[in-house]
């Protein structure tokens, strides 16, 4: 199983907000993190709001934890809201359900980490962190139906 080093989620994040701002999307926040749900990079755009670093961790984070992507964990809130409820009291609160949260995967669809995008619309959000994913070399899985 390959890992996520530092230079690499740097990369990624850089991706992502050269994506954002060749859409001109809102300041964004991108977090990347490993397979373990540990945080290898933050980088929070001048003029991003005051809770977006946790916002970006925590749609990441539910992507690792739950094995899927944000966008599935939003379906699965709308479908099971209950449940929903109850993984997140779990999670200390950790888990936003709202697209901008992408697995990470390798050649063989192995897990190295997430991407959590937040800032602008969850689906530009999303957009943002696919394509960074994706310009690295690596799957991006956001969850797609």
């Given at each position: 199983m390959s890992t996520l080093?530092?230079?690499?989620a740097t990369l990624i994040s850089n991706r992502a907000l050269a994506l954002g701002r060749e859409i001109s999307a809102a300041p964004l926040t991108v977090?990347?993190?490993?397979?373990?749900?540990?945080?290898?990079?933050?980088?929070?755009?001048?003029?991003?709001?005051?809770l977006r670093p946790q916002i970006a961790i925590a749609k990441a984070w539910g992507a690792v934890a739950l094995?899927?992507?944000?966008?599935?964990?939003?379906?699965?809130?709308q479908q099971r809201p209950a449940f929903i409820g109850a993984?997140?009291?779990?999670?200390?609160?950790?888990?936003?359900?709202?697209?901008?949260?992408?697995?990470?995967?390798?050649?063989r669809d192995e897990v190295l980490g997430a991407i959590g995008i937040?800032?602008?619309?969850?689906?530009?959000?999303?957009?943002?962190?696919?394509?960074?994913?994706?310009a690295v070399?690596?799957?991006?899985?956001?969850?797609?139906?």
């Open positions: 080093d530092l230079n690499t977090a990347v993190l490993d397979a373990g749900g540990h945080l290898i990079s933050l980088q929070r755009e001048d003029g991003a709001s005051l094995g899927k992507g944000s966008r599935a964990i939003a379906a699965d809130a993984l997140n009291n779990l999670a200390d609160g950790k888990l936003v359900p709202a697209p901008g949260g992408v697995l990470i995967r390798d050649e937040t800032g602008d619309t969850s689906d530009i959000d999303e957009q943002c962190a696919i394509g960074a994913v994706q070399g690596f799957k991006a899985d956001a969850g797609l139906m």
